[in-house]
């Protein structure tokens, strides 16, 4: 029970060390950026003890860590010298009922994940053990970057900042790896939480002020909790489809006693298409499956030869209940950051800029006419004396670090807010572009540079974009992916638009939509004729005798393209696709329709063409009063998220990030992902106005929807953590066949449990001087691998597809896995001594996977080699380091 306290009062720590720095820097948010000091502290702690430790300034020890936290704390003091003292003591006073709120938020959802987590703590299956081998490898490393517990030899190769500040915490606090394993889940899921919740109490502090009769002030942090419900407990819609199907709903049974529907033959979600098992119950369940992985396999994509791909469509809810430690939930908090820093840029506009500052268009425009203006006179070097853009910095700069998928989207993001916020009080010109790009090319490089150390050994494994031409969401996919969502943000655009409080200018947003689409949809087609044709251009450069190795790779990329579309003649391919999206558009239809509502509302936000309306004598003074006070504030940046994520869910409809698994399915997962986080965001704020504003003949109608879709909504998360948890009821039955309860947050228990000789060893090894581990090699998402995972040493080879995923191929694997076979089983000692060299093996582990795998020829290590560890035949020989001194270079 100490380790969740410690981790829990820690973090609290970091946020009050870190908030005067937030007072200082979000002090345009109403709440000063209170609720996202926890996720800054973090992030700036997590960025000093990593650069500094790369750089080998500071150890990778508890007291390095320390140093950084005392520095935090400092900082925070001198920021608040003099009579910030007062104004921040002043603040405190007059906000405590908003201080006890978020920390009532931040209590809650930490603790209630943590009691969840220790219902079923297990590290096993799916990527856990990667994501364990990962904080172990970094709690055992004497400087960064650490070393790749799976491939020794070499660095990790993969976005790991979440888990050097995992790993961070751990030293800190003591607590046992797989104990912080699912301490970090908990974390995750209360900060994201608590800074889901400061998000929605800003905009709606914002769009209603401090007094307001519909919604008072202390009702506003009430109605914020809609946020973080929102972001994390509200579900795509399967979960209602899991309990129709399980209650035999929609199904009949045919004279042979059979049950078939053509409803669930038309929706053809996977495994719901067979019919159910009776006895029929509302409780849903899957014989022989897990029944809640379904929610997160909502789409596939079907090639015009009618093969199926399987498509990742992970939600927030999802992924904690599932409890990988992934890097999109590792990032999660930081994302909420780089939103409320966006709005804090929002709310700030020009006000940092001078005057008399220029943009870079028209410095350089005047430096071509020779007018040599001086480099300062561009306004975007006024950002170097902003503290807001050096937190922007760190914090969206860590996105790539996190999640490197994320980083272009907050980008975008961050210079959408700071223009629009211009286009509002200045008007929007093209000019409104040309500072867009610049702020956004000007944050992403000092970006990249605020974190070159992790750029400089990371290997990608995308590689370029592909079209999505027979790849599509279909449209009921689509609603049940984000239904629950697009309700509430549809119904606000709707009432918007009805009640007349800010009227669309249909025009651009119509220009707007067909325009994005249209160049999409262009793209996509051309890329996929150029695909297409490859075959043909390929034999025709290889006919008359004269095959060239460029004529080859072009046959062979028109056989893979026509493979993957499931058509190799490239008319039938482009117009069958047509076709297809034609008689199935509900997706790119949802979406066209957005774009026309929120461009059309921003267009209105404009300055110039808000002075028009101004004139217009058919609008009342009280409209216009509501216009400029209320949607300039919250409104816009609103519909910015809403912006976003509809850009965000219409690209992989016809383009997608080639990787190593050819087809768009990692694109819809890390795209999808990000939409649900915005539009979370945006759904809460939307539902709490739709709520308390609604007066006409629409009010019980909206509500009315509004509980039916969110409780729908809430089926699979009840469901889910009841099944994931047995009902909150973990039980073990011990040897004389009692049941007890079975409480506990090491993730490691299960090892324990079922081989204690071998967790004894690992337990060894975590404690031994670091060193390169043998161990048996085998497939992925197995107990292969289970001793560098668990211990932090590295192995040789630990699961060969994943290192190819990360680097983007097998060339640094080389011979591993023949080489380990053959130190296992050849007789040969000289033969092993060679291998044993050529890695620097310094333990050989020998346990139930090894003498499994392989014949083992044991006599080579009882002979040459000190036996360090045995129990009950788990054994481990240790090289001497002399032996050792010979090194050959690793193939």
Not at 493 to 522: C, E, H, M, T, Y
Not at 567 to 575: E, G, W, Y
Request: aromatic share 16%.
């Amino acid at each position: 029970m100490i380790d969740p306290i410690l981790w829990y009062f820690l973090l609290t720590l970091i946020g009050w060390l870190s908030f005067p720095l937030a007072f200082r820097t979000f002090d345009k948010l109403p709440d000063k950026g209170y609720a996202l000091s926890r996720v800054l502290g973090l992030i700036l702690w997590g960025y000093g003890f990593w650069m500094l430790t790369s750089l080998n300034v500071l150890p990778n020890e508890p007291g390095g860590i320390l140093v950084v936290l005392l520095f935090i704390g400092c900082l925070s003091a001198w920021l608040l010298r003099g009579l910030r003292w007062q104004e921040f003591i002043q603040w405190l006073g007059q906000n405590k009922s908003l201080i006890i709120s978020v920390e009532v938020v931040f209590f809650a959802a930490f603790w209630f994940w943590v009691v969840v987590r220790a219902a079923n703590p297990e590290i096993i299956g799916t990527e856990k053990p990667m994501e364990m081998a990962f904080i172990n490898a970094i709690v055992r490393s004497e400087t960064f970057p650490p070393h790749d517990p799976w491939l020794s030899g070499y660095a990790i190769s993969y976005y790991y900042f979440g888990y050097v500040l995992t790993a961070m915490l751990t030293l800190l606090t003591g607590v046992v790896s797989s104990v912080a394993f699912n301490l970090a889940v908990a974390m995750c899921f209360g900060l994201t939480a608590v800074t889901a919740y400061g998000l929605v109490y800003n905009l709606l502090h914002l769009r209603i002020g401090n007094n307001d009769a519909q919604i008072p002030r202390r009702s506003i942090q009430r109605w914020s909790v809609l946020g973080p419900l929102f972001v994390l407990i509200v579900s795509n819609l399967e979960g209602l489809f899991e309990v129709l199907h399980s209650a035999g709903v929609f199904w009949r049974r045919g004279l042979d006693g059979s049950l078939t529907s053509s409803f669930w033959k038309w929706i053809n979600l996977q495994e719901l298409i067979n019919p159910p098992s009776p006895p029929f119950s509302l409780v849903p369940e899957r014989v022989g499956g897990i029944w809640w992985w379904r929610a997160s396999r909502v789409l596939q994509d079907i090639n015009l030869a009618d093969k199926a791909y399987e498509i990742i469509d992970e939600f927030p809810f999802f992924s904690y209940l599932l409890a990988d430690l992934h890097p999109h939930v590792l990032a999660m908090p930081f994302v909420m950051l780089a939103i409320g820093m966006a709005l804090n840029i929002y709310l700030i506009g020009t006000d940092h800029i001078p005057a008399d500052r220029i943009n870079l268009l028209d410095w350089l425009m005047a430096w071509f006419k020779d007018k040599r203006l001086p480099i300062r006179s561009i306004s975007l070097f006024s950002w170097f004396k902003q503290p807001q853009f050096w937190l922007a910095v760190i914090g969206i700069g860590g996105l790539a670090f996190l999640n490197t998928w994320d980083f272009p989207f907050y980008v975008a993001l961050f210079g959408s807010a700071y223009v629009l916020s211009i286009s509002m009080k200045e008007g929007f010109s093209g000019r409104r572009i040309a500072a867009f790009f610049e702020l956004c090319i000007f944050l992403g490089v000092f970006g990249i540079l605020a974190y070159l150390p992790f750029y400089i050994g990371f290997a990608s494994q995308a590689g370029g974009f592909l079209p999505s031409l027979s790849f599509f969401t279909r449209g009921v996919y689509f609603w049940i992916m984000f239904g629950s969502l697009l309700v509430p943000i549809f119904s606000w655009l709707f009432w918007l638009w009805r009640s007349k409080r800010l009227q669309p200018d249909w025009r651009a947003g119509l220009k707007f939509s067909i325009g994005v689409i249209g160049f999409l949809w262009l793209t996509s087609y051309l890329l996929g004729w150029v695909g297409a044709n490859f075959s043909i251009w390929g034999s025709q450069l290889g006919s008359g005798g004269n095959a060239s190795a460029l004529a080859a790779r072009l046959s062979e990329l028109g056989r893979l393209f026509a493979g993957l579309h499931g058509s190799a003649d490239p008319t039938q391919l482009i117009f069958s696709t047509l076709w297809k999206r034609f008689t199935a558009p509900g997706t790119w239809i949802t979406l066209m329709i957005l774009f026309v509502l929120v461009w059309g509302f921003l267009a209105r936000l404009d300055k110039k063409r808000m002075e028009m309306i101004e004139k217009d004598s058919h609008q009342s003074p009280s409209t216009l009063v509501l216009r400029q006070s209320e949607y300039p504030s919250a409104t816009g940046f609103v519909l910015l998220l809403v912006l976003l994520g509809a850009g965000l869910a219409i690209v992989p409809e016809f383009i997608y990030l080639r990787d190593n698994f050819g087809y768009r399915m990692n694109t819809i997962f890390k795209f999808y992902f990000q939409v649900w986080m915005l539009w979370g965001i945006a759904a809460a704020y939307a539902s709490v106005i739709l709520w308390k504003y609604i007066v006409s003949r629409w009010r019980w109608g909206f509500r009315l929807v509004w509980v039916l879709v969110i409780g729908s909504a809430l089926i699979y998360p009840v469901f889910g953590i009841w099944d994931k948890t047995g009902g909150f009821s973990p039980q073990r039955t011990l040897a004389d066949g009692r049941r007890v309860a079975d409480w506990s947050l090491d993730g490691a228990l299960f090892l324990q449990r079922g081989s204690p000789d071998e967790m004894a060893a690992i337990e060894w090894l975590r404690d031994a001087p670091l060193g390169v581990v043998a161990e048996a090699v085998g497939y992925a998402y197995s107990n292969y691998a289970r001793v560098a995972t668990f211990s932090g040493q590295p192995t040789v080879l630990g699961w060969a597809n994943h290192e190819g995923q990360w680097r983007g191929g097998s060339k640094e694997m080389g011979s591993r896995d023949v080489d380990i076979e053959t130190l296992y089983r050849t007789n040969s000692w000289v033969d092993a001594k060679q291998i044993i060299q050529r890695y620097q093996i310094r333990y050989i582990f020998i346990g139930t996977l090894e003498n499994s795998t392989y014949r083992i020829s044991e006599q080579k290590f009882q002979s040459n080699l000190k036996l360090v560890f045995d129990r009950n035949g788990v054994k481990i020989y240790e090289v001497p380091s002399d032996l050792l001194t010979e090194i050959q270079p690793i193939s």
